[in-house]
């Protein structure tokens, strides 16, 4: 099992390229990435013992899954 700092750098970097490619207009690879940056803070939320923290990555989470609804009426619609 990764450590919290190895997740997190890897939750980041993932929504990081989810950015990226919905910047681009690649919106089926940026849910993608989305969605698992949200799986990976998901599993973060659980681990973290710290209330403070554990608020933050559900406002990150939540944010995300908040454009992955957004993207996916853009994509049905591209369809």
């Given amino acids: 099992m990764p450590s919290s700092k190895a997740l997190l750098a890897t939750a ?8 990226q490619l919905d910047n681009t207009q690649s919106h089926s690879f940026a849910l993608k990435y989305y ?7 998901s599993q973060l939320v ?6 403070e923290d554990r608020q933050k990555l ?7 899954l ?6 996916g009426g853009v994509t049905s619609e591209a369809s």
Avoid at 12 to 19: C, D, I, Q, S, Y
Avoid at 35 to 41: F, K, P, R
Avoid at 46 to 51: A, Q, Y
Wanted: positive net charge; contains cysteine.
């Fill in 46 to 51: 659980k681990r973290v013992s710290k209330e």
């Fill in 66 to 71: 908040q454009r992955i609804e957004q993207l």
């Fill in 12 to 19: 980041l970097a993932k929504a990081n390229t989810a950015v």
């Fill in 58 to 64: 559900k406002a990150i989470r939540r944010t995300y």
């Fill in 35 to 41: 969605g698992e940056a949200c799986v990976l803070l």
